[in-house]
């Protein structure tokens, strides 16, 4: 059982910075044995992979934010974090950050990012 909580997120403005934290309580297996992404969402929109980071340190981005954004995890703390940087309008969204291994994944409540002057 897995359960995540986002922080950080809130407004910027076009070409300022962000990062979005998640901290997972994590029951039974190691939180280092899960792969965790980031996804977002907008209105209207459907939910979109952003960054993926595996259980063995393998990194991947959607071509929407490559070169802007940074997935990274700290396995002793149970914490995954988002650096977005050279922020756009268009990255205005609910951020969630999700756990996974096999058929389980797990999501957090989601924390708003705002991207306007």
């Known amino acids: 059982q897995v359960r995540l909580v986002e922080s950080g997120g809130g407004l910027a403005q076009p070409g300022g910075s962000l990062r979005v934290s998640c901290k997972a309580s994590?029951?039974?297996?190691?939180?280092?044995?899960?792969?965790t992404a980031w996804y977002r969402q907008s209105p209207g929109k459907e939910r979109e992979m952003v960054a993926d980071?595996?259980?063995?340190?393998?990194?991947s981005y959607a071509d929407s934010v490559k070169g802007r954004f940074t997935i990274s995890r700290d396995n002793a703390g149970n914490m995954m974090y988002l650096q977005m940087n050279s922020l756009k309008p268009e990255d205005t969204a609910v951020y969630f950050c999700?756990?996974?291994?096999?058929?389980?994944?797990?999501w957090g409540p989601g924390s708003q990012v705002t991207v306007s002057s």
């Open positions: 980071i595996t259980s063995g340190g393998t990194t």
């Open positions: 999700n756990v996974y291994r096999g058929g389980a994944i797990y």
């Open positions: 994590v029951s039974g297996l190691d939180f280092s044995w899960y792969g």
